[in-house]
């Protein structure tokens, strides 16, 4: 069975982008111990399956077991890794298929370095006032 890469799109990458933020965060430790037994009867649940929590009936969040975020997190970073490789790939194709950019001369540079040095007299330099008073 022969693989083929995924293409990204904007909002592929920026859902990627927006998981792989979540994911970074510092996470919140709490122990068991210091857990109400309702919570504990939730955290069973979660060895069998993710588990969503709600409010006024819309959910919020969902627990996972470690092993599931672990793996979700490996997952993500091939993915992350593939995406950016894909793209960087194109975008080497798309350089190296555009017409060669003309070699500047030494008149052309100089010229630049005339009008840029031109433009810059021709500034009015910031006025300091001489009456200004120390603190």
Same mark, same amino acid.
């Given at each position: ?33 210091? %857990?109400?037994? %309702? ?97």
């Amino acid at each position: 069975m022969s693989y083929t890469p995924i293409q990204p799109t904007d909002s592929h990458l920026a859902t990627l982008l927006r998981v792989a933020k979540y994911l970074s965060r510092p996470q919140h430790v709490v122990t068991e111990a210091d %857990a109400c037994m %309702a919570f504990r009867h939730t955290l069973e649940m979660v060895h069998e399956a993710s588990v969503v929590l709600t409010t006024h009936g819309e959910p919020v969040a969902a627990l996972v077991s470690c092993a599931v975020l672990d793996a979700m997190r490996e997952a993500l970073r091939r993915l992350l890794v593939e995406t950016m490789h894909t793209s960087f790939t194109q975008l080497q194709a798309h350089v190296a298929s555009a017409p060669p950019a003309e070699p500047t001369s030494e008149a052309e540079l100089e010229a630049l370095v005339d009008d840029i040095v031109r433009r810059a007299r021709h500034q009015p330099s910031p006025t300091v006032s001489r009456h200004a008073e120390c603190p």
